[in-house]
């Protein structure tokens, strides 16, 4: 449903952004998902008086994030995305999974109206904090129609879901787009466009997803390629019960020799596995003889929420099947 009212939700799910520290100058020491969306709206001058609605999905650090946090998300996001009365939903996050939030957000929904992540990399108690400022940018993307779909604003940039990575640990400027480049910018107040958000439908199997129980999603588990690296941690998933693997390759998607082994002897026991590139920037390009298939462009945390879509579609042959509709991202 496209975007027909003027009233803007705010759901809350914690993080830094509600995070709170005993000094205003500590910026590292403190407690995360401290303060309800209500307290975090409330600290915005900007925001008193407009027409807005707070709701708490959940109170996370985000490096919690889990199954069930996502389903309450993805179900309460649908529901207000409905309401003719909404222009648009803010989500406050934390900032260390919120690429995999809001790539998850655009394959299950892909909504016609804006869908807007925000978080800060300060807490709420800092002398500068930069929550405030990033949520009132949040709000103005919110209520323009022509901002439809999922994307996160930070710093006055906006990403898009299938760009934002999270590049520094605790700098304010924590975040990138890669080769894909920003949205665009909110100045002053004041959007501005640089490239459009690449529409997409959601996932063939995105309503099972927020329909089915989170305890009976498919397990999929992501390992790393590196120097010394061992197959025996992919038997160990294996034995664990896992029904998918993303292997996070160095460069172009390459496995060590170990794990490479080790992948077969999954995919022997019917574990689907792909490849992917643990660099931040590029993923994988090509297919060579014998390679592992891939979702190309998508990081190794992207990949997993795709795998795991298409596992609840039906299975994952050899070559997994293209569910990404974007150009360039179809596996392979």
Same mark, same amino acid.
């Given at each position: 449903? #496209?975007?027909?009212?003027?009233?803007? !939700?705010?759901?809350?799910?914690?993080?830094?952004?509600?995070?709170?520290?005993?000094?205003?100058?500590?910026?590292?020491? +403190?407690?995360?998902?401290?303060?309800?969306?209500?307290? !975090? !709206?409330?600290?915005?001058?900007?925001?008193?008086?407009? #027409?807005?609605?707070?709701?708490?999905?959940?109170?996370?650090?985000?490096?919690?994030?889990?199954? /069930?946090?996502?389903?309450?998300?993805?179900?309460?996001?649908?529901?207000?995305?409905?309401?003719?009365? !909404?222009?648009?939903?803010?989500?406050?996050?934390?900032?260390?999974?919120?690429?995999?939030?809001? +790539?998850?957000?655009?394959?299950?929904?892909?909504?016609?109206?804006?869908?807007?992540?925000?978080? /800060?990399?300060?807490?709420?108690?800092?002398?500068?904090?930069?929550?405030?400022?990033?949520?009132?940018?949040?709000?103005?993307?919110?209520?323009?129609?022509?901002?439809?779909?999922?994307?996160?604003?930070?710093?006055?940039?906006? +990403?898009?879901?299938?760009?934002?990575?999270?590049?520094?640990?605790?700098?304010?400027?924590?975040?990138?787009?890669?080769?894909?480049?920003?949205?665009?910018?909110?100045?002053?107040?004041?959007?501005?466009?640089?490239?459009?958000?690449?529409? /997409?439908?959601?996932?063939?199997?995105?309503?099972?997803?927020?329909?089915?129980?989170?305890?009976?999603?498919?397990?999929?588990?992501?390992?790393?390629?590196?120097?010394?690296?061992?197959?025996?941690?992919?038997?160990?998933?294996? #034995?664990?019960?896992?029904?998918?693997?993303?292997?996070?390759?160095?460069?172009?998607?390459?496995?060590?020799? #170990?794990?490479?082994?080790?992948?077969?002897?999954?995919?022997?026991?019917?574990?689907?596995?792909?490849?992917?590139?643990?660099?931040?920037?590029?993923?994988?390009?090509?297919?060579?003889?014998?390679?592992?298939?891939? +979702?190309?462009?998508?990081?190794?945390?992207?990949?997993?929420?795709?795998?795991?879509?298409?596992?609840?579609?039906?299975?994952?042959?050899?070559?997994?099947?293209?569910?990404?509709?974007?150009?360039?991202?179809?596996?392979?």
């Amino acid at each position: 449903m #496209a975007s027909t009212g003027s009233k803007v !939700v705010i759901l809350g799910t914690g993080g830094t952004i509600a995070g709170t520290a005993a000094s205003a100058t500590d910026s590292i020491g +403190y407690r995360a998902a401290s303060l309800g969306v209500e307290a !975090v !709206v409330a600290a915005v001058p900007a925001l008193q008086g407009q #027409a807005l609605e707070c709701l708490q999905v959940a109170q996370t650090d985000s490096k919690d994030m889990d199954a /069930a946090v996502w389903q309450a998300l993805g179900r309460a996001l649908a529901q207000q995305l409905a309401r003719a009365e !909404v222009a648009g939903v803010v989500i406050t996050h934390g900032t260390d999974t919120l690429e995999e939030t809001a +790539y998850f957000l655009h394959r299950v929904l892909a909504p016609r109206k804006p869908v807007v992540l925000t978080a /800060a990399m300060r807490p709420a108690t800092a002398l500068m904090a930069d929550g405030p400022q990033n949520l009132l940018d949040a709000v103005t993307l919110a209520r323009d129609a022509a901002w439809c779909g999922v994307q996160a604003v930070l710093g006055g940039r906006v +990403y898009g879901p299938l760009d934002l990575r999270k590049r520094h640990g605790w700098q304010l400027d924590a975040f990138g787009s890669g080769d894909a480049g920003l949205l665009g910018l909110v100045q002053d107040g004041v959007p501005r466009r640089f490239r459009d958000l690449r529409a /997409a439908p959601p996932h063939a199997a995105a309503a099972r997803l927020l329909s089915q129980d989170e305890r009976d999603w498919p397990v999929v588990d992501i390992v790393s390629s590196h120097a010394g690296a061992r197959g025996a941690v992919i038997d160990a998933l294996v #034995a664990a019960g896992a029904m998918g693997l993303v292997i996070a390759g160095t460069g172009n998607g390459s496995l060590h020799q #170990a794990l490479a082994q080790a992948a077969e002897r999954a995919r022997a026991a019917g574990v689907a596995v792909v490849r992917a590139s643990r660099c931040l920037d590029g993923g994988v390009v090509g297919a060579p003889a014998g390679a592992l298939p891939s +979702y190309g462009a998508l990081t190794p945390w992207q990949a997993r929420i795709e795998l795991m879509l298409d596992l609840m579609s039906g299975g994952v042959p050899d070559v997994v099947p293209g569910a990404v509709p974007d150009p360039g991202l179809r596996p392979r």
